[in-house]
């Protein structure tokens, strides 16, 4: 499946007022520039602005390919935060925006993230563009623009939510970049203005992001974004400077207490012994005598270790009766979160892998060769599942930053949490062992990277 990267920004040289937006769709493994688009929309204000780029890029890479996966980068906090449902919409000129973007790809085919601002000069320099041709009486021109030709070439930078891998190392070395005698992170932040924004950009200026924000609360909020991405920063420069200097050693970086997610795999189930598919759209068994008393070792265990300080659990059966024993012993009460669920396995429900091989072969080898092959009957693909989990650890990250929270879930989104934070490829799922009410655990770091500290422990039930 194609993969594209969608930049976008907006500005109002006002808030509101003359305002314009730009958008850039790239190829995600060549990192080409496919598409370019830019326009003036009159008076309005920052977010508004910054919504129609992201709506003008996302039907860009529609057109270019509607079964893509499209990942967007975009500087506007604020944008991100509503579009991944992490904050509520409530300017009423924003939500019918939000609403059209939603509709362009399926959601579980789109993924945010921000970016700070000197990240973004492509985009920023198309709305400018764009600005500049509406206080002429012109439409821009793709004919004359000059924003890729004036844009100097990013450092690659892999795209990837908070836990992927890839992403935070390159983060690592820009950061190693500035440390090595660079721009400070005020200064590379600050750069490439362009005078898309006014007051926010002195608000924001020595914190390298702001979302220009307006509407009820939302100054506050990108205000406080900004504060966020600028101590972020100025932590990423003075870890990598700890690293680049023989005499400090590997100092850890100044980045606060990581959201850690403890992953328990529930007890078992009269299908578990037998390895028969078990995912959300089967029978939904509860715990056999085995998986209870296998929940019980594990509540005693994480109530010696003392960590824990929140429970929540996928809705299925065994899942909640797991995760309820364990709360028992914890004092604590469970959240249900729809996607820590299972995957469906459609008519593979039920079955052993020996007898999907003899009823379906077929599907069964496209399964094992492709993350995007659904089993029989209409299941989940693996990327389906990949899109699930990895929206619901964003929103839970969010949630819980600085916490310890015990996720109660299944085989594979557990070995999804575990690829993911790893950067491996999808095949890794065929290659991890995951017994039942095993425990396992990943930390999330503010700057976006995340730690495996622990993979399928079963030394409480021995």
Do not use: C
Request: hydrophobic letters at 40%.
């Amino acid at each position: 499946m194609r993969e594209f990267i969608v930049e976008a920004d907006g500005g109002s040289r006002g808030n509101p007022g003359p305002a314009g937006y730009g958008a850039v769709v790239g190829d995600a493994a060549t990192g080409e520039t496919l598409v370019e688009a830019a326009e003036y929309i009159g008076v309005a204000t920052n977010n508004v602005a910054e919504y129609r780029g992201l709506l003008a890029g996302l039907r860009a890479a529609h057109e270019l390919d509607p079964e893509a996966r499209v990942h967007v980068r975009m500087d506007s906090k604020l944008v991100v935060e509503q579009m991944t449902g992490r904050w509520k919409i409530k300017h009423p000129a924003m939500k019918p925006l939000a609403a059209q973007a939603a509709r362009v790809f399926p959601p579980e085919r789109v993924t945010y993230e921000w970016i700070p601002r000197a990240q973004n000069k492509h985009a920023d320099r198309l709305a400018n563009e764009a600005m500049d041709a509406g206080k002429r009486g012109e439409a821009w021109s793709a004919a004359t623009s000059r924003a890729a030709l004036d844009t100097p070439p990013a450092r690659p930078e892999p795209a990837g939510p908070p836990g992927d891998a890839a992403a935070g190392a390159a983060r690592a070395r820009a950061a190693l970049a500035l440390a090595s005698g660079g721009p400070t992170a005020a200064e590379v932040a600050g750069a490439g203005s362009g005078g898309v924004r006014t007051e926010a950009d002195a608000r924001a200026a020595g914190a390298g992001a702001a979302s220009g924000a307006a509407g009820t609360g939302a100054a506050a909020e990108g205000a406080g974004a900004a504060e966020a991405a600028g101590a972020k920063a100025d932590a990423d420069v003075r870890a990598a400077r700890a690293v680049a200097t023989p005499s400090a050693g590997w100092a850890p970086a100044d980045l606060g207490p990581p959201a850690t997610f403890v992953l328990l795999r529930h007890g078992e189930t009269p299908l578990t012994p037998q390895k028969r598919f078990s995912g959300s759209g089967g029978s939904d068994p509860s715990l056999s005598g085995v998986g209870r008393e296998q929940a019980e070792k594990a509540g005693e265990f994480l109530a010696r270790r003392g960590t824990v300080q929140a429970v929540v659990a996928s809705p299925l059966a065994r899942t909640r009766e797991t995760a309820g024993i364990v709360a028992a012993r914890l004092g604590l009460d469970v959240t249900v979160e729809e996607g820590l669920r299972e995957t469906d396995f459609g008519a593979w429900e039920g079955l052993t892998f020996g007898e999907v091989r003899e009823r379906h072969p077929d599907d069964l080898n496209a399964w094992l060769s492709s993350p995007d092959a659904e089993p029989t009957g209409g299941g989940e693909s693996f990327a389906a599942t990949a899109a699930r989990v990895a929206a619901t650890r964003d929103r839970l990250t969010a949630e819980y930053r600085g916490r310890t929270v015990l996720l109660v879930t299944h085989v594979t989104p557990i070995k999804t949490f575990i690829r993911l934070a790893l950067g491996a490829p999808p095949e890794a799922l065929f290659r991890m062992e995951l017994s039942a009410a095993s425990l396992s655990a990943v930390a999330y770091y503010a700057d976006g990277n995340a730690s495996v500290r622990l993979f399928n422990d079963t030394s409480h039930l021995r």
